[in-house]
Nanobody
Framework: QVQLEESGGGLVQPGGSLRLSCKAARSILSTFIGFNKRWYRQAPGKQRELVAE???????TYDDSVKGRFTISKDNTRKTIYLQMNSLKPEDTAVYYCSMEDDRNTISWGRGTQVTVSS
């Protein structure tokens, strides 16, 4: 498994923005490029849900609830993925987790970062 280091959560007012980062620490570049990369979130009392995915071939998909507001991206040189979140809503409040899956279907998880959207 790969060690994933998340950052960027916090408290933001409705309509605000945050950018989450997830670094694949100690991963070699070729391995990082080959990962399927995902962001999940889990709100209190709810199941973890997939928010955004970038496959190893670059295909990107979003949950309908975040389309047009969230953007997943990556920086290969930094071995880091990002989740840019704009126009945040109170219902976006959750713990956000990054995940990376290799070609053997081994999945690594970050520890999660809290995002709270509240006035």
């Amino acid at each position: 498994q790969v060690q994933l280091e998340e950052s960027g959560g916090g408290l933001v007012q409705p309509g605000g923005s945050l950018r989450l980062s997830c670094k694949a620490a100690r991963s070699i570049l070729s391995t990082f490029i080959g990962f399927n990369k995902r962001w999940y979130r889990q709100a209190p009392g709810k199941q973890r849900e997939l928010v955004a995915e970038m496959t190893n071939l670059g295909t990107i998909t979003y949950d309908d609830s975040v389309k047009g507001r969230f953007t997943i991206s990556k920086d290969n040189t930094r071995k880091t993925i990002y989740l840019q979140m704009n126009s945040l809503k109170p219902e976006d409040t959750a713990v956000y987790y990054c995940s990376m899956e290799d070609d053997r279907n081994t999945i690594s998880w970050g520890r999660g970062t809290q995002v709270t959207v509240s006035s």
